[in-house]
């Protein structure tokens, strides 16, 4: 699985996140972090469907994780960025507190 390529697509789509943390130069360290949470909650996600629906094929389980995953992840831990936010960007300050408040020590 490729945490990583899949966590830079989705700050990828989120240019106005994607500028700041790279000009700051934490793009790689909070790709890197959120890789690892995204891979704790598959495995959350798969361990939890697998119960719920034991006999089912694990490739589907699997799959149906992956995406729940990366939904939960999208809604709670990435800036939405709409027509507004592009009319009005976030200040350098303000993404970097976003950032480090939803990026896990290492």
């Known amino acids: 699985m490729l ?5 830079l697509e989705l700050i990828q789509d989120r240019p106005t996140l994607y500028e700041q943390l790279r000009s700051s130069k934490r793009l790689l360290p909070t790709i ?4 690892i949470e ?16 034991p006999g089912r094929d694990r490739n589907q389980i699997a799959s149906e994780a992956l995406e729940l995953a990366i939904e939960e992840f999208q809604n709670n831990r990435l800036p939405s ?4 936010d592009e009319a009005e960007p976030l200040s ?5 507190s976003f950032i480090r408040r ?4 290492v």
């Open 102 to 105: 939803h990026t896990p020590v």
């Open 3 to 7: 945490y990583k390529t899949m966590i």
């Open 92 to 96: 350098l300050d303000a993404a970097m």
């Open 32 to 35: 890197d972090a959120y890789a």
């Open 81 to 84: 960025e709409s027509a507004d």
């Open 38 to 53: 995204l891979k704790a909650r598959h495995e959350d996600w798969k361990e939890l469907l697998s119960q719920e629906r």
